[in-house]
């Protein structure tokens, strides 16, 4: 149907070639008169017969005129059937810029101008939003995406997460966390259909007067971070309305003693307390929610998301640090550290650093003072953390301990940000060096995936900084060999592609993405597993996380793309859930 219309455009541009409808207009006054003649000496039959021929030809003509308009004011009429149409067929048209689109009475129209202008209203051309053109790869996650959907849809609808094998489901926030989640996953993917039903359960469904506490770190960046991305995505009111209720709800986390915020907060009574295992915050959690409470002031004009969120990062830059390192857990009432608590790249410290470099670049590049603590914290992690393995001399970002501050020779596969956020920073002009940085550590995070038998990588991975019989550079405790379907490699893998145009990391992450195909995908979606290291005996854990759709499938699909322009870097800033929000001026 489709590509139909595509061959009748085509036919109507050759056709509006002027020197070859001179050429047929000349030659038949040329040779008038010898035709005249030839007409006369023709027997009787023998002129019915052409007279049937030339009436035949006139019906003919007729027909595919009439035809090609009708296809035209299709064509132009609707961006939409456009784009849906997309879907179906691999088979998509340049799109055509208004003022090329062409229309058989073109000539009349000219003459009304305002007729002119609505015309072009409606020949917008797709947002370069929506890609076009898909490969196989990218099919390939598409249908993953697909598959996951729909056991989501089948057993787990409007809850938090599906858990695929029991067929059954499993509740957190009670926040539909996989949908919203998954939003923008499926509007970059072009899965309309998908992204429709999804907005409907959120116009209708989604509902934050829940009597129960929340944490507000995963709320914001899950919820908060998928609404604001979907709102700037579809420009659809719904998702702003609701982010501007929740938010509203959360920011009574911030009424504690420092203006640091507590861990959890109530949704319905709007009160905040510290979590239920201690008396303090996570760093990262505190420090990982001002890209979306920013946001959410830019788009409303109110500031005070903004302000409360702000002043949590003014305050910790203002708090003593081990040379741009921080320790993992501060105290919400008096706004302190913790001081005997762990300094770490990977769980409860991670996306602090991450968020300093992203806040620089989401504000323009207008606060210095996060430029030069991200830059003193890369510092810090070269003096601190940085180590090598044995025998193949592998880098890798271990952590310090407690209070005696030793260094242990572990990271977290959350640490495997790292090289995603240092690649950005040497786009936006931080120090060369980093890149190197960058390189070695997304080789080595690659490796914990790529040494397994499963193409998976474990959750925490100890590495030899000895020479040891063992000659293994890296070995994997059996309480930490669970898959998660966490992202942050491929996110990694994501930036070092889009940023360098090096093949290497597109194919590294094929392979990661075989190693989810084969071990985790189970026949209603897929499956977290416990055991990394046999592809025998994986031990599934029946549980699909929400971030599988939201981050580690959305960074497979934009690994994959050929147009890397689309989702530049220089146009977004990915929040720490892999939501793409867009970068101010200031
Ligand atoms: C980053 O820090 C280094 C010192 O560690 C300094 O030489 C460099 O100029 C800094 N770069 C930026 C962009 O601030
Ligand atoms: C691409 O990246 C891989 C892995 O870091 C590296 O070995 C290779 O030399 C790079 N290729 C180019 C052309 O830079």
Redesign the pocket.
Known sequence: MFEGSVIEEKRDYVTLSLPALQQTAARPTRSWKRICRRWKQLHRLQRVVLWMLGFALVIALIYAVASRTESHTEASHSVESHAATSLESNVTPPPLPPNLVIDPEGEDNAQNPEEEEKKGADQIIPPPELPVKKNARQEAVISAMKHAWRGYKAFAWGHDHLKPISRSLEDWLHLGLTLVDALDTLWIMDLKEEFAEAQEWVATQLNFNINQDVNLFETTIRVLGGLLSSYHLTKEQVFLDKAIDLADRLIAAFNSGSGVPFADVNLYSRRASKPKWGPDSSTSEVTTIQLEFRDLSRITGNPIYENKAGFVTDHIHKLPKTDGLVPIFINAQTGQWRSHSTITLGARGDSYYEYLIKQWIQTGRTKDFLRDDYNESISGMEHHLAARTEPNNLLFFGELHGSTKNFVNKMDELTCFLPGSLILGVHYGMPKHHKRIA?ELM?TCTQTWLRQPTNLAPEITYYNTQPTSMNEDFFVKSNDAHYLLRPETIESLWYMYHLTG?K?YQDWGWQMFQGIETHCKVEWGYTSIGNVKSSVSTKPKDKMESFFLGETLKYLYLLFMDDQSIYSVDKWVFNTEGHPLPIYTH
């Open positions: 390189e080789y090096n290497t």
